[in-house]
């Protein structure tokens, strides 16, 4: 019994970990920024990686969730 809930603690701490990890990642969101230029191509381009950053922050976001949920469960020990 001791060796499961070493294991469990084990996880713990990962998912401790990960969720500071997305947490700051989220808050540093300077690739969404509007930015306007001249040269259609350069809208293009920027369009382009707002998408991609907007992508990102939904899966991060996501991931922070079942992290979060995953941790829930250890506190409450429904986890694994």
Do not use: C, P, W
């Amino acid at each position: 019994m001791k060796r499961a809930a070493t294991k469990v603690n084990g996880f713990q701490q990962i998912l401790e970990r990960k969720e500071t990890e997305l947490v700051q990642v989220l808050r540093n969101r300077d690739g969404i920024a509007i930015e306007k230029s001249a040269d259609q191509m350069d809208e293009i381009q920027y369009a382009s990686e707002r998408d991609l950053a907007i992508q990102n922050v939904d899966r991060e976001s996501n991931l922070l969730r079942h992290v979060r949920a995953a941790l829930r469960r250890v506190h409450d020990g429904s986890f694994g």
